[in-house]
């Protein structure tokens, strides 16, 4: 059995059971307290019976610039999935699904036209979950996972941008079947 419910500072230090997949970026402290500060909705744990902090979601509501609306990569006021995790014991319980689907209620009431997040390629798990929640890959992204400033040799590694669209986009004009054949460079996205 999962309890769920909105995030407390006191929760950065039971984490880490969570963030151990390689899968899961970790962040500075400053950054999960930003998300805090402006999104405390969108920022839920769920703990097990012994209060184990056992997945977590974070997200966000925004839009692009004002100077970017002109742009073709302007995206409108939508919902962003920054990070999601499940432990592994408590993973194929469905959190991860009550977790998102939180968040895109919270989209709905927000008004917002879409859910995005951004997955590594090479996790098929992740994508088989999304796509099974009704998302699709918009575009792929190069080169958006990686250190680009300091090393240009190392790794890099491709990821899509999926999405599923909110009861706002009554004509699904934010989302797309075939997105693998769209591309951008890391650095048309914000």
Same mark, same amino acid.
């Given at each position: $059995? ?6 407390q500072?006191? =929760?950065?230090? /039971?984490l @880490?059971?969570c963030?151990? =997949? ?8 400053s950054f999960?307290?930003?998300?805090? @500060? ?6 839920? !744990? #769920?703990?097990? =019976?012994?209060?184990n902090?056992?997945?977590?979601? $974070?997200?966000?509501? *925004? ?8 742009? *073709? ?7 962003h999935i920054?990070?999601?995790?499940? @432990? ?15 968040? *895109? ?7 917002? %036209?879409? !859910? &995005?997040?951004?997955v ?5 798990? #992740? ?23 300091t090393d240009?040799?190392? &790794?890099?590694? &491709?990821?899509?941008? $999926? /999405?599923? @669209? $909110?009861? /706002? ?20 996205? %914000?």
């Open positions: $059995m999962a309890n769920f419910r909105r995030f500072p006191s =929760d950065l230090n /039971r @880490a059971k963030n151990l =997949d390689r899968y899961t970026e970790t962040y500075e402290l999960y307290f930003q998300y805090f @500060a402006k999104w405390p909705a969108l920022f839920q !744990v #769920a703990e097990d =019976d012994s209060g902090i056992i997945g977590y979601i $974070m997200g966000k509501l *925004e839009s692009s610039p004002d100077e970017y609306r002109i742009s *073709e990569h302007y995206l409108p006021w939508h919902a920054t990070a999601i995790t499940i @432990a592994p014991e408590a993973r194929r319980l469905g959190i991860g699904r009550l977790l998102t689907e939180q968040l *895109e209620a919270a989209a709905d009431a927000n008004d917002a %036209w879409f !859910v &995005d997040l951004f590594r390629v090479t996790n098929d798990k #992740a994508i088989a979950f999304y796509k099974n929640m009704g998302y699709s890959v918009f575009r792929v992204v190069k080169d958006y996972y990686g250190d680009h400033s240009p040799s190392k &790794d890099s590694e &491709d990821a899509y941008d $999926m /999405r599923k @669209a $909110m009861k /706002r986009d009554v004509k699904r004009e934010h989302v797309r079947d075939d997105g693998e054949k769209h591309e951008v460079q890391n650095y048309e996205v %914000w």
